[in-house]
């Protein structure tokens, strides 16, 4: 999955970069999302730290399976093992060593919090968010408990992820302060919004209000000229392969994992999505003069959609579809 360079100094150069890349973007997004389903069994976890209910051990867990997606994606067959404990020590394996997850308040660890309550607290957090934030309507439905319980626990691996391997953790359990999963909600409320576009241009398809969308090869992307698109295709569609291999280094005696990278590439790239959204109409009158230029964005936010999804997964976060 080679890293791929644009020359982007004139406007037809750039024009031409946008298909090329888009096209390698597809088979980058599906050449991983493949790798995924490969099962690594070269990363495990310490046995000292199979703790469940403790929040040091939940990060180990979270830690030691996006180490395994990203060896998936990488055929890196090293066996590493991930662990919290300095004094462990594998002679025929590479150790990964995952710092403890902090009290914010008292600065030491925290062993009174379980894993259950922490991902309980941040599906309170996250329903008040989506309330408050997002003017989302509450149900008492089993759906949208189980919407709430994904949120939430969506929000701890965030959380857990988003810091340094290596480096601790600090959690807080106040509620009120609603910090702690502002990053995951607001990834997840634009990946329900990109959904949504998608899904209402098919469904206007089906009504017969917009045509098909046309053919990639048939797409006049020299019309995507607004300066976010420009940003979103070669910061983060195109920035996905590059992203990926800074995230991993296993060569020679080296073991140095960074999914923190990811979380904050996701932060950028929704950041940058969602002023877009605010600028541009998307969806425009089905008038033939509009047409074109809706449709090459529609083929982008696909994209940009697999590619948002494809981090999540290495993550193993997953994605909604509405919020």
């Known amino acids: 999955m080679a890293t791929l360079v644009f020359q982007t100094h004139q406007n037809r150069d750039r024009s031409s970069a946008v298909r090329i890349g888009l096209l390698s973007a597809l088979r980058n997004n599906n050449f991983i999302s493949t790798r995924i389903n490969v099962t690594v069994s070269t990363v495990s976890i310490d046995p000292a730290c199979e703790n469940t209910d403790c929040l040091t051990s939940l990060r180990v867990e979270y830690v030691k399976k996006t180490l395994a997606n990203l060896c998936s994606v990488f055929e ?40 259950k309550d922490l991902i309980k607290n941040r599906q309170e957090e996250m329903m008040s968010i989506a309330q408050h934030k997002y003017g989302v309507r509450i149900s008492e439905d089993s759906k949208w408990k ?54 209402t241009y098919n469904e206007r398809v089906s009504e017969g209000t917009y045509p098909s969308l046309p053919d990639f090869n048939e797409t006049d992307f020299t019309l995507l000229t607004h300066e976010d ?65 809706m449709f090459a964005r529609i083929h982008m936010l696909i994209i940009l959609n697999d590619t948002l999804k494809t981090c999540l997964r290495i993550l193993n976060i997953k994605s909604v579809s509405q919020m």
């Open 229 to 293: 698109e420009w940003y979103l295709i070669f910061n983060f569609i195109l920035g996905l392969p590059s992203l990926l291999s800074s995230c991993v280094d296993l060569e020679g005696s080296k073991c140095e994992f960074k999914p923190h990278q990811i979380c904050s590439f996701l932060c950028s790239m929704v950041r940058v999505f969602s002023q877009y959204y605010r600028k541009i109409r998307i969806l425009t009158e089905p008038r033939k003069h509009l047409l074109p230029v």
């Open 76 to 115: 890196h067959l090293s066996s590493i093992v991930v662990s919290s404990k300095s004094s462990s020590n594998y002679s025929n394996s590479k150790r990964m060593l995952c710092g403890p997850v902090l009290n914010a308040s008292t600065l030491v660890k925290e062993t009174t919090v379980t894993a």
């Open 146 to 199: 189980e919407f709430i319980d994904h949120l939430g626990e969506s929000a701890v691996v965030f959380e857990l992820l988003q810091t340094r391997p290596s480096s601790a953790v600090k959690i807080n359990m106040n509620c009120s302060l609603m910090g702690s999963s502002k990053g995951a909600s607001f990834i997840l409320y634009n990946c329900a919004r990109l959904e949504t576009i998608i899904r």
